[in-house]
């Protein structure tokens, strides 16, 4: 089998990881922390808990922190041959079309979007061109996808909203984070299953139903399902217990834990 890959992770810059990390948690009912917040503490806590490597997700909050979100990709990038770091842009940036380029160009394999975080709806109409340059690099698209527990409402991607504009992506890869969205699971059966998108499983272990996990899993098909963890959030050792505890067949297990991440990040 592949190497297993935690596909949703998140870690900070060092100077303020001890303070980002409070403050996340703090938004998020106090919740405990799997790990210290840098990319150091990261690796090791992803690897202990089974990974072999793990796709860090950043998101520029505002459009002036997109330079420095993304230095700090590139740079975790460079530094950590097990870790996946992707870019980010704010869709307010002036410089975001700009900006996905110097992401391509650095190497980095994809950007994450938070709707909830960048105030906008999944499908509006100014996002569009950023799309196309996404889908005109073949830049990997994750999307923070339904509710978010510290942003609660408006839900800016509904599995509804998110269906609308897949067309836009053309055949570069769009993954919907929290198995098509946190919290929606009626509406990502109804408007998302089986449409060219990826789920992760982040933040899922003891949070989702395992019964409403296998019912996604199988009506969309376990070659477009990603493990994530959702660290600090949530453990990886924990998500891998999620995943293989479900009663998939080992191929269907194999291909959720790291094979469909190896063949979208290319690795080997
Ligand atoms: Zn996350």
Redesign the pocket.
Known sequence: MSRIIDF???CFPEKIAAKALSNLSHCSGDAIPFHAGTADSLLEHALAGGAGGAVV?NIATNPRQQESVNHFAIDTNNRFPNLYAFGSIHPESPGALDELERIYAAGLKGV?LHPDYQHFFVDEDRMLPIYEKIASLGLITVF?AGVDIGYPDPVHCTPERLAHILPAFGSAPVVA??MGGYLCWQDVLKFLVGKPLYFDT??SFSRMPPDWAREIIRAHGANRVLL?S?MP?SDTGNEIRFVKSLGLSQEETDAILGGNACRLLQLQ
């Open positions: 949703h992770t998140h997700l994450k923070h984070a929290h982040a933040f994530g959702d959030w």
